[in-house]
């Protein structure tokens, strides 16, 4: 019979709905009954997508010994990591203070009061891997908690006071200011981590980290030292021919499991791919080669994202499941066999040497992970033809490929619509829109924001989820700032006020909500939440930025654009109470960088004034130099919206369109010429 979670929205909570498990959704019925009965807790968080989530519950939670001694000795709960990252981050803090890597499965064991005494990841069925197996470890933990209950209260106790210490690890530091050299220098450390052969951060498994990535390039800008530009370059150029790029329909997989960017982990975030589009669209702006594949990189990425991940209402989905039929990857990998079925014979060559499709395989079972691992001239040469013709051919294969791949059964995809990741793919396409002049993409970018607006934000809060007509659980820290870091990208795409109008009100909520004055930061959950063990701040970037990290983008974004210091202020407040942290830990606070950035460029804005023609010849100007800490902004004529009043102040009077380019509220001499925006953007700040 299905347990309580077929009730769920959550599609991971849904997938554990047949499981002879008895599990609960976390609630106060689970947690009350936890109280009744003295019975520990057996928490398991994990998310759709999750390959080895999808192990575990194979091998243990559809077994029914192992379901029967879970039920009998625990209350068992399981969370969606995607609606409560607050739980995540706390409990996932259980693992790192056993010495182990945190990630999913989580596996918790909690008393009944919330503190944890035990807990890992997967668990395997038997002793494997170096790891008990999950029945015999269910088994030692209830005889602990009949027999020995005051080693397990001894055991709780350490485990609440390391909490409590990494709740606020970052925060220990007196606030200091921060200088342009910190960047620089921060970049340079970053730097050395780099893999020189195949790009990327340190060896296998091996992450995209965009806003690491993307905080060299800007260090990069500032100093020119061409280190800074060759790690950025090698590592997008690796990543998008790597087989972590999906070769045959665009958008990246979660990571890599080998150093070289081959065999990835196939699960497609929608978190990832927003960042990686903001990034290679800043890579193309800033003229790092090869230009052609950051643009075919960011226009296959953006075309994904519109036919898988996007909801008819405009939302965007979460994820995409790494996992079809029961296989991971089978979706997207292919043997030698299948690619000569569905081709002719010159195509069918001309595939396997593209994308390096061999007898043997690059995976399992003979199959390869598509890579471009020869560029057209390669290819060129070895099929003995012009590259035209070349050209010509792989684009005729790889579409009728990608037409054979769409009969074949889909991954899974979790289409629940979560507030941040949506703020960070409006982020990204609108980014990308402004450098590419892709006006469909800004309109995606639309749609999604005005879904957000209109289905979970009312009331003056926001709410993390929304599935099958419904929003669900109050927003956390991280929806906050990546909501209010897209819209005001969304405004610089569109120059529509209510964009930023709502901007400003998002980023006000989230002072009000999560901003504790004592510590100079941020908590993950909104102030006064009951059901936390502990109250932990949003410090570090994880997968995906801090909610800290963007809300304080848009912080120096907000001043420049409204001319309001309080913004300003903020965000210097936060960015100096991190600053020896950031210096120390760059890793950790790549997309603060990011608004350290803005920041030490004075909240920089370009004010455009002006009827068109000649005001669209300017802002086409300013879309093209590669200037990521100015805020762009267009007045309209006549009455000037009210969030836009400060910044009007004191323009001069100026025939035809001028752009007034301003830092720390203050302008220079308006500039008239395309020519002249574009060369004074490109100029040192």
């Not at 998002?506 to 504790?516: C, G, R």
Request: hydrophobic share 40%; charged share 25%.
């Amino acid at each position: 019979m299905p347990n309580r979670l077929q009730h769920e929205t959550s599609p991971y909570l849904r997938q554990h709905s047949d499981n002879p498990v008895d599990w609960y959704p976390w609630g106060e019925e689970a947690l009350a009954r936890a109280k009744k009965e003295d019975k520990p807790i057996l928490l398991s968080v994990g998310y759709s997508a999750c390959h080895w989530c999808h192990v575990m519950a194979h091998e243990s939670f559809e077994d029914p010994e192992t379901a029967r001694r879970m039920n009998e000795w625990f209350v068992n709960i399981k969370v969606d990591r995607e609606e409560r990252p607050d739980l995540d981050q706390i409990y996932q803090g259980v693992v790192m203070l056993l010495g182990r890597g945190g990630g999913w499965p989580l596996t918790v064991f909690l008393q009944p009061d919330l503190r944890p005494f035990f807990g890992g990841t997967y668990f395997p069925k038997t002793d494997r891997y170096g790891m008990p197996g999950f029945g015999r470890l269910l088994e030692a933990l209830h005889r602990s908690w009949e027999g020995q209950r005051k080693e397990v209260e001894a055991q709780a106790r350490e485990f609440q006071h390391g909490l409590e210490h990494i709740a606020v690890h970052g925060l220990d530091a007196p606030p200091s200011a921060l200088a342009a050299e910190d960047l620089v220098r921060a970049a340079e450390r970053l730097e050395r981590e780099v893999d020189r052969v195949h790009g990327g951060f340190g060896t296998a498994p091996k992450f995209p980290n965009p806003s690491n990535v993307q905080m060299v390039l800007r260090a990069w800008r500032r100093s020119r030292k061409e280190p800074l530009r060759l790690a950025v370059a090698l590592t997008l150029e690796r990543m998008a021919r790597g087989g972590v790029y999906d070769q045959l329909g665009g958008g990246f997989h979660r990571y890599s499991v080998d150093e070289r960017w081959l065999v990835p982990h196939f699960e497609k975030m929608l978190y990832d791919n927003a960042q990686l589009l903001a990034l290679y669209s800043e890579a193309w702006l800033a003229g790092l080669e090869p230009r052609a594949l950051w643009k075919k990189t960011v226009e296959e990425t953006a075309e994904y994202v519109r036919r898988e991940m996007t909801s008819p209402e405009g939302g965007f989905y979460a994820a995409q499941d790494a996992d079809s039929e029961g296989e991971e990857g089978k979706f997207f990998v292919w043997t030698e066999q299948e690619v000569g079925a569905r081709l002719p014979e010159e195509q069918a060559r001309l595939i396997a040497l593209a994308f390096n499709v061999t007898k043997e395989g690059t995976f399992e079972h003979g199959a390869s992970v598509l890579e471009a691992k020869k560029d057209l001239k390669e290819l060129a040469a070895r099929m003995g033809k012009g590259e035209a013709e070349v050209q010509r051919t792989l684009d005729e294969a790889r579409a009728a490929l990608f037409r054979a791949r769409e009969e074949r059964v889909k991954p899974g995809r979790d289409d629940k619509v979560l507030a941040g990741w949506n703020g960070l793919m409006v982020r990204g396409l609108a980014v990308a829109g402004r450098a590419f002049g892709r006006a469909d993409w800004v309109e995606m970018a639309k749609r999604a924001a005005d879904f957000v607006l209109a289905k979970m934000w009312s009331g003056g809060r926001l709410l993390r989820s929304h599935q099958d007509g419904k929003g669900k659980i109050d927003a956390f820290i991280e929806d906050y700032g990546d909501v209010a870091s897209g819209l005001v990208a969304l405004y610089q795409a569109t120059f529509e006020p209510r964009y930023l109008e709502a901007a400003v009100a998002v980023a006000d909520k989230a002072l009000e909500l999560f901003w504790v004055e004592e510590r100079q930061a941020y908590l993950t959950a909104p102030r006064g939440q009951q059901d936390l063990v502990v109250g932990a701040f949003a410090v570090h970037d994880n997968a995906f930025p801090s909610g800290a990290s963007t809300l304080t983008e848009a912080q120096v974004a907000l001043a420049a654009l409204t001319g309001e210091a309080r913004f300003l202020d903020a965000a210097e407040k936060y960015l100096k109470r991190l600053r020896d942290e950031m210096v120390q830990q760059p890793f950790g606070f790549g997309h603060l960088w990011l608004a350290a950035d803005a920041y030490l460029d004075g909240a920089g804005s370009l004010v455009i004034t002006g009827e068109d023609p000649a005001a669209a010849e300017l802002v086409a100007a300013a879309n093209r130099a590669y200037a990521p800490t100015v805020a762009l902004s267009r007045l309209p004529r006549g009455e000037v919206p009210a969030v836009l009043q400060h910044a009007a102040e004191g323009r001069e009077t100026v025939a035809g369109a001028a752009a007034y380019l301003c830092r720390r509220f203050t302008c220079e001499r308006p500039l008239q010429s395309p020519a002249e925006v574009e060369s004074r953007l490109l100029a040192s700040p």
